[in-house]
């Protein structure tokens, strides 16, 4: 059977056209790894068999790059260390069964800041990273 862990916490990387994704990991080395994506919300990397990492929440603007991408680096960190660096097979299915919540993430995480800071702190969130 295959441990199942979800993260929510990870950067999408792109160097030259290639994609890659970087996470906080703990792990053995890998002998195989896959990542199998249908385009949309969510992607789940299956180290070794015997885990699967399901990454939600993938931002819309890189999942046409994910999606048409053969290959990920994908990059493990423990804490400010890259504890591991490898390519694995990006593998097209048509649908990974999970919920796109990323507006309802992004819609939350509004509602806190405006808690914290008031309207004007949204506002200014919203000019900084979307320039509106």
């Not at 299956?46 to 290959?71: D, G, L, M, P």
């Not at 490898?86 to 048509?94: D, G």
């Amino acid at each position: 059977m295959i441990d199942k862990i979800l993260v929510e916490e990870f950067e999408i990387l792109e160097n030259d056209g290639q994609m890659g994704i970087c996470t906080q990991l703990n792990e053995a080395p890998i002998e195989t790894a896959e990542f199998v994506y249908d385009g949309r919300n969510c992607g789940i990397l299956i180290r070794n068999q015997s885990k699967a990492y399901i990454y939600t929440n993938i931002v819309e603007e890189v999942r046409s790059k994910i999606f048409s991408s053969n290959q990920l680096m994908m990059i493990e960190m423990q804490g400010e260390e890259v504890i591991n660096s490898y390519m694995c097979q990006v593998t097209r299915v048509p649908e990974i069964p999970v919920e796109d919540t990323l507006s309802d993430t992004l819609h939350n995480m509004l509602e806190e800041v405006k808690e914290v800071y008031g309207e004007e702190g949204v506002r200014a969130l919203a000019q900084k990273v979307w320039n509106i």
